[in-house]
């Protein structure tokens, strides 16, 4: 592995550009979840959308077995040998795109070298899926380097499955699904357990949405993620005992909840369970709401989802927090939440598309004065996912 400090001015944003005509050039989107949260690992729907916010590759082949990594925003380089890339696993920069490529390679497919030169544009712990964005571009752009096709669900399930043994984050397929199978003008109504999927029409007339960045970073190896799936699992073990066919906390019906809501013997374990059930019936709610143009409804069931993921789940933080209540009391605001992990990262606003300005305004004065730093605001178009461009 190698770092150079040296300044790597010649591959800034300009470079992927002028080199198109050498290399391959791809992109993957973030994403942003207008509703379902944390229950992609529950076995529950989802109902995320790819955003105009991209990760860029450029990538070219070498002979040998060394992949070089090359990002326009910093100022060192990751070199690695595709020998033994279980060396690089706690790499603080790199180990997302080679936990891919190493997925590539134990299912048998015949790989050399390649140098990666990443452009991106997710900002990086902001909730938004910065890290799938990665890992589904690199993999798309190596198997097409090297001429294997590859399903778009496939490539999400290998990203999946390569954080999970790679990176050590029991992800849910939620990120990478989007980043891969994004539609434009579309969100996805996911259901987690069988991978059944809908493109789901987001009309929302003169209406616009706003993703709020608190800018506080968290990472989610070491944030609370993997601690509320183990609650998770420990209330579904107790649900269990009175529904053994149920397989997942979001399998159940909320009077099946209720109805054994006393067998779970951890009261936060019980939160958690009654998060994911409640939840799961949102996202179906609220489906049905955009299907019948009911925006109002729609956004009545984000703000109950962010009620739940504050007191139940007990994700949220005094950041996001500020932001979505101080949301709540704008006049021309619908709806707001905070959208993926939780404890920092983003919200996600339906905001009336003439009042976006003055809303930005509001909330940026307000969170200032009570965090002591600065939100940052993106007005998101919904995109399409993994391509070569």
């Given at each position: 592995?190698?770092?150079?400090?040296?300044?790597?001015?010649?591959?800034?944003?300009?470079?992927?550009w002028?080199?198109?005509?050498?290399?391959?050039?791809?992109?993957?989107?973030?994403?942003?979840?207008?509703?379902?949260?944390?229950?992609?690992?529950?076995?529950?729907?989802?109902?995320?959308?790819?955003?105009d916010?991209?990760?860029?590759?450029?990538?070219?082949?070498?002979q040998?077995?060394?992949?070089?990594?090359?990002?326009?925003?910093?100022?060192?380089?990751?070199?690695?040998?595709?020998?033994?890339?279980?060396?690089?696993?706690?790499?603080?920069?790199?180990?997302?795109?080679?936990?891919?490529?190493?997925?590539?390679?134990?299912?048998?497919?015949?790989?050399?070298?390649?140098?990666?030169?990443?452009?991106?544009?997710?900002?990086?712990?902001?909730?938004?899926?910065?890290?799938?964005?990665?890992?589904?571009?690199?993999?798309?752009?190596?198997?097409?380097?090297?001429?294997?096709?590859?399903?778009?669900?496939?490539v999400?399930?290998?990203?999946?499955?390569?954080?999970?043994?790679?990176?050590?984050?029991?992800?849910?397929?939620?990120?990478?699904?989007?980043s891969?199978?994004?539609?434009?003008?579309?969100?996805?109504?996911?259901?987690?357990?069988?991978?059944?999927?809908?493109?789901?029409?987001?009309?929302?007339?003169n209406?616009?949405?706003?993703?709020?960045?608190?800018?506080?970073?968290?990472?989610?190896?070491?944030?609370?993620?993997?601690?509320?799936?183990?609650?998770?699992?420990?209330?579904?073990?107790?649900?269990?005992?009175?529904?053994?066919?149920?397989?997942?906390?979001?399998?159940?019906?909320?009077?099946?909840?209720?109805?054994?809501?006393?067998?779970i013997?951890?009261?936060?374990?019980?939160?958690r369970?009654?998060?994911?059930?409640?939840?799961?019936?949102?996202?179906?709610?609220?489906?049905?709401?955009?299907?019948?143009?009911?925006?109002?409804?729609?956004?009545?069931?984000?703000?109950?989802?962010?009620?739940?993921?504050?007191d139940?789940?007990?994700?949220?933080?005094?950041?996001?927090?500020?932001?979505?209540?101080?949301?709540?009391?704008?006049?021309?605001?619908?709806?707001?939440?905070m959208?993926?992990?939780?404890?920092?990262?983003?919200?996600?606003?339906?905001?009336?598309?003439?009042?976006?300005?003055e809303f930005?305004?509001d909330?940026s004065?307000v969170?200032?004065?009570?965090?002591?730093?600065?939100?940052?605001?993106?007005?998101?178009?919904?995109?399409?996912?993994?391509?070569?461009?």
């Amino acid at each position: 592995m190698t770092y150079d400090t040296r300044r790597l001015n010649r591959f800034n944003a300009q470079c992927i550009w002028k080199f198109r005509r050498k290399n391959k050039i791809f992109q993957a989107p973030g994403r942003v979840n207008l509703i379902g949260e944390h229950i992609d690992y529950n076995g529950g729907y989802v109902f995320p959308a790819a955003i105009d916010k991209v990760s860029t590759v450029a990538v070219r082949r070498r002979q040998d077995s060394i992949i070089k990594l090359y990002a326009t925003d910093l100022q060192y380089i990751v070199e690695a040998d595709l020998n033994n890339l279980d060396q690089y696993k706690n790499l603080k920069w790199g180990n997302y795109q080679l936990g891919v490529i190493d997925q590539i390679i134990k299912k048998g497919m015949k790989i050399k070298g390649a140098e990666f030169i990443f452009d991106d544009k997710v900002p990086l712990g902001s909730g938004l899926s910065s890290s799938a964005a990665i890992e589904v571009v690199t993999a798309y752009a190596i198997l097409q380097l090297y001429g294997y096709k590859m399903d778009k669900l496939d490539v999400a399930l290998l990203c999946q499955k390569a954080e999970h043994e790679y990176v050590g984050v029991k992800c849910g397929i939620m990120d990478q699904f989007a980043s891969a199978m994004g539609l434009k003008d579309n969100a996805m109504l996911l259901d987690c357990n069988s991978l059944q999927y809908e493109y789901i029409p987001i009309k929302l007339d003169n209406y616009s949405i706003i993703i709020s960045n608190t800018n506080k970073k968290r990472s989610l190896g070491s944030s609370m993620y993997n601690k509320r799936r183990s609650e998770c699992e420990r209330a579904l073990a107790d649900m269990q005992k009175k529904f053994p066919e149920k397989k997942y906390l979001c399998d159940f019906s909320y009077k099946e909840f209720i109805s054994c809501a006393d067998d779970i013997k951890d009261a936060d374990c019980k939160n958690r369970a009654e998060h994911a059930v409640c939840e799961n019936l949102r996202v179906l709610d609220s489906v049905k709401a955009l299907r019948k143009n009911d925006i109002s409804s729609f956004c009545k069931y984000l703000n109950l989802s962010h009620i739940s993921l504050r007191d139940l789940y007990e994700v949220s933080c005094k950041e996001l927090d500020v932001l979505v209540e101080n949301a709540w009391m704008q006049k021309d605001v619908l709806g707001s939440r905070m959208t993926g992990a939780g404890f920092g990262g983003c919200t996600v606003s339906i905001v009336k598309s003439e009042s976006v300005k003055e809303f930005i305004e509001d909330i940026s004065k307000v969170y200032l004065e009570i965090i002591g730093h600065s939100a940052s605001f993106y007005i998101c178009n919904i995109s399409d996912g993994v391509k070569e461009i």
